[in-house]
C-alpha cells in the first residue's frame, strides 16, 4: 500500500469532511496502465493527492473486492478483464461459478481486476473513461 497524501493537507471544497477533515481520495491503480495513469494525472490536476493502492503488489481481500463490487453496482464478472490469459487459465470463463467463486479468483489473480478504480466518500467509479471519476468527487 503506497501513500501519496500528506497528513493534513489542504483539500479543495467539497472533499471536506462535516468534521473539516480532508475525505480520503482511494485509486486502485496500475502504473503501466495508460488509463490508469491518465486517472491519477486528473486527480492531480484537481489538487487531489489520492491514497494510491497498486492492486496488483497489494490486492484488496475479498471483503474489499466484494464492497468495491457493491459500490460499483457491478457483478464480478463485469469488472473482470476477460482478454487477460489469467481469465481462461484460472477458470473464471466458467459460466457456472459463484458471485464468491469470482471474488476469490479475483482476489488470487489480480490482473484480472479492471482498472483503475477511484473510492471516495463510499462511491466508488471505473476510470473508463477517467473523467468518470469525477461523478462521485
Known amino acids: 500500500l503506497t501513500t501519496s497524501s500528506p497528513r493534513g493537507a489542504k483539500m479543495p471544497p467539497g472533499l471536506q469532511r462535516d468534521n473539516g477533515d480532508p475525505m480520503t481520495v482511494r485509486i486502485y491503480h496500475n502504473p503501466r496502465c495508460s488509463k490508469s495513469r491518465q486517472t491519477l494525472q486528473l486527480l492531480e490536476e484537481r489538487s487531489i493527492a489520492p491514497e494510491v ?7 484488496p481481500d475479498a471483503a474489499t473486492l466484494s464492497d468495491l463490487l457493491d459500490m460499483l ?65
Open 53 to 59: 493502492v497498486k492492486y496488483l503488489e497489494t490486492p
Open 73 to 137: 453496482g457491478l457483478e464480478p464478472r463485469e469488472l473482470m478483464r476477460k482478454k487477460e490469459k489469467e481469465y481462461q487459465q484460472s477458470g473464471a470463463d466458467n459460466p457456472e461459478l459463484t458471485r464468491d467463486e469470482l471474488i476469490s479468483l479475483m482476489v488470487r489473480y489480480p490482473k484480472l481486476i479492471e482498472r483503475p478504480i477511484v473510492v471516495s466518500g463510499g462511491k466508488a467509479a471505473l476510470g473508463r473513461p477517467p473523467e468518470r471519476v469525477l461523478e462521485i468527487l
